[in-house]
């Protein structure tokens, strides 16, 4: 069994962190909607000289493949003189558009068996990267997300965003300054058993998690040695962290006679399903059991008294 003694939990008077600034904020906003920009540009915006394009080619000659001269990904820009003239025949095109190229191979071609010949080149864009800086307009924005009318809305709804991600994650960084000021305060002896029993489970989770990731993206470094060297270890430090807090959290609840009751958790599970619109199958995945919706609720609860007790006001 492990045994568990609760350091200090209130009056650390932490100083919250400071909400970004407005300048830092209207930065924030224009970052994003060029970058919403650029990407919307990258399949919409079609070719022209000057502009960088990947595309894949196809290449036969006599009615046969010439392996040599097909590509899965050739990058180039447009109007560069290092290429045959005919490469400018995507001007105009734009990202999965194809276009065709009749090209004649050179008689000294080290490529013996085309060499004289007229090769034809059936090419499919894959990316394309503006040369210039597109003006951001309204219709611009209207297309890029059909909800927004204007570049004012959509300013508007980054910002919202924005402050709504700093929020939540100043209120993370000062709870995870609180809780590791109550874990290096208290006092305690895990039961090594049950700490293997916790680390496992992690273990089981952690590789599960991986080969969905594998599953997904077989360029990813997951599951390979040079990625696992210390994935054991890691699994271990995070285990025992969070059976500290899992301890911590069941002391504070005991000490200050916190607890959920059936009002408490009816209202929360209303609320829970208003977040996710009505989602029961997403709120039976995530809450499978009364007790887990009652643990989590019971968590929040003492989140809010931490708060209550250790951030100090501006």
Request: proline share 4%.
């Amino acid at each position: 069994m492990h045994h568990f003694q609760l350091g200090q939990y209130k009056g650390m008077k932490i100083a919250p962190q400071p909400a970004p600034t407005e300048t830092e904020l209207e930065n924030a906003v224009i970052q994003s909607v060029l970058k919403m920009l650029n990407e919307w540009s990258k399949n919409n915006i079609v070719v022209e000289e000057g502009d960088e394009v990947a595309v894949s080619i196809f290449a036969t000659c006599d009615g046969l493949a010439v392996s040599e001269l097909c590509s899965s990904y050739l990058k180039y820009k447009v109007g560069d003189p290092m290429m045959f003239g005919q490469f400018k025949n995507v001007i105009g095109k734009k990202k999965a558009d194809r276009f065709q190229m009749m090209i004649d191979i050179p008689h000294n071609s080290p490529l013996q068996h085309v060499a004289g010949k007229k090769a034809e080149f059936l090419a499919t864009v894959l990316e394309v990267w503006p040369s210039k800086q597109l003006e951001v307009t309204d219709a611009i924005v209207h297309e890029m997300d059909p909800e927004v009318p204007d570049l004012k809305t959509l300013k508007e709804n980054i910002r919202k965003s924005l402050i709504a991600e700093s929020q939540q994650t100043i209120a993370e960084n000062n709870l995870q300054t609180i809780l590791d000021t109550i874990i290096e305060s208290s006092t305690y002896e895990l039961d090594e058993e049950m700490l293997a029993a916790t680390t496992k489970q992690v273990i089981n989770n952690a590789l599960k998690d991986y080969e969905i990731i594998k599953n997904q993206n077989a360029n990813t470094p997951f599951g390979s040695s040079e990625a696992d060297e210390y994935f054991y270890e890691d699994c271990a430090v995070f285990a025992k962290q969070q059976l500290l807090l899992s301890l911590a959290f069941t002391e504070l609840a005991r000490v200050e006679n916190i607890c959920i009751s059936d009002e408490e958790a009816e209202l929360g599970r209303k609320q829970i399903l208003e977040g996710i619109q009505g989602d029961q199958q997403m709120f039976e995945k995530l809450f499978p059991t009364p007790e887990l919706l009652k643990e989590s609720l019971l968590h929040e609860k003492i989140v809010k008294h931490l708060f209550e007790w250790n951030i100090i006001d501006n």
